[in-house]
DNA sequence: CGCTTAGTTGAACGGAGTCAATCCGCGTGG
DNA sequence: CCACGCGGATTGACTCCGTTCAACTAAGCG
């Protein structure tokens, strides 16, 4: 029995019932490709459906008048994708691939099913869903009050750290794959600017480059530097409803 | 028999049964009051509890290190606040009343506990959840991408927005209870280039001032001007799970 | 009536954008 | 095997929006 990559995630919060970890592998059976550079939905499209990354990272962003592009978040390996857009019928924001890509893509009364099914797991994504908006509202605080240097600093020690919870990331390297626009697009900048950061974060030592491979030399000591608040760590669970076959609705 | 806030709310999107309203109704039972200013949670303590609007303004923010201060959303009657912090033990942010207001405490427990009793609901929380996401993202996309001008023009046209969704806002003039220093803080600039840009939107016509009351002569063409796109309208709900008693977990 | 807080305005500075040239790695085709 | 082309990275010069610093005014309040 392979693990899905929902389940592991979930269970990294929680003890999940064998009924739980059946349903969550049943959201898990349609199983989609992607190419890097692939849309998997655009902006303004009508979305049927969510979709749960099983491997590769994605972006999310919306694209301005003038053409211009500002990335939302990314995605990597666990998490649900056009949640964004669950609560409209055309999706807010245009899913790309970075790089190559498997989604498991679960019909959105499904989803909603899951919600009467398993209760516990409906109030599990909420509080994922709650601990996301904070990270973007972080992101909001970087883009609104820091500089180049310090905003993409956080984004590096934000996507490391997020990689460590999700993927197997063991050293402190990883590939970033993502052209200098993205990052731009990702934390407020121009292409030129990045350029000049991540000179600058290179200068402190703090910050090693190898083509798109980053190395971050010191993390603690980095993070110290531009006051980052890792918010991926375990969530608390002890709100959430008993597990079990739920309640009758009462008179 | 009073109407509640959440229940209104909530009944904006859905037809709601009577069960479900009497839930609803069960959870605004302890109400507080707190003067404008007061801080309701501050950012790091303990929060048992959320809180529902009852009435008046609120908003939540961050302290960075050097004491700025970043607001990143507005609540008004009917909103659940500190949702944001369900995620954790200890708050993500400092809940502050704006004017007077009154709140209901519900414990997070009961909270909890609607999502095993009225799935419908808990799966309705989602999408209202997921939509003040994408409002989030709005504005950092404003923020990231915008000059001051437009960063404000935005901000007034969201609020009124979400005044006329959420109160009953008639005209085209509302009050705006906030300190121009709590403009840039929710925006991202000083107070003094606040200062610039409400004049420089008064010297276009299309915004008046009076003290703090504020009042949008063509809102049509202001939002076309700074391309202003309105999220707080209806929510789909389509793929939510079938009202009534939950299903039993099947083998 | 002073004191404090908020709003207003001016001058100078600086971080980031703009524009533009150059470099580099890599795939493609001759 | 090498010339060519292309997208991305790099660097420089100049401009400008928004900040900083610093008055000064207006309004509320004890």
Redesign the interface.
């Known amino acids: 029995m392979t693990v899905s990559p929902l389940e592991a995630r979930l269970a990294h919060h929680l003890d999940l019932t064998f ?1 739980e970890r059946e349903a969550l592998r049943w959201l898990e059976r349609r199983e989609k490709s992607y190419a890097a550079g692939d849309v998997v939905v655009r902006e303004g499209a009508p979305v049927e459906c969510l979709y749960i990354v099983g491997s590769g990272w994605l972006h999310s962003s ?1 694209t ?2 003038d053409g ?1 592009r ?1 990335i ?2 990314f995605y990597f390996i666990g998490d649900i994708t056009t ?7 055309h999706s ?2 245009t899913l790309q691939a970075v790089s190559d890509t498997t989604l498991f893509e679960i ?3 499904m ?3 899951l ?6 797991l ?2 599990l ?10 990270s ?6 970087s ?3 820091n500089d180049g240097f310090t905003r993409i600093a956080t984004l590096l020690l934000d996507v490391r750290s997020r990689l460590r919870v999700v993927d197997d990331l063991r050293g402190s390297s990883f590939e970033l794959p993502l052209t200098q626009k993205d990052i731009g697009d990702a ?2 900048l121009t292409k030129t600017h990045v350029n000049r950061s991540l000179k600058a974060l290179e200068a402190t030592g703090l910050v090693e480059r190898d083509g798109r491979v980053i190395r971050i030399t010191d993390i603690d000591r980095l993070a110290e530097l531009v ?1 980052f608040r890792d ?1 991926h760590g375990a ?2 669970t ?5 597990v ?8």
């Not at 002890?238 to 008993?242: C, E, G, K, Q, T």
């Open positions: 009924a919306v301005l008048r211009d500002q939302l978040r949640t964004l857009s669950i609560a409209w019928h807010a924001a019909p959105k009364e989803f909603g099913d919600f009467r099914r398993h209760p516990r409906g109030a994504m909420f509080a994922i869903s709650a601990s996301e908006q904070v973007l509202g972080d992101r909001l605080t883009v609104s009050k934390v407020g006051d918010r969530i608390a002890d709100w959430l409803p008993a079990g076959a739920p309640a009758p609705v009462n008179a």
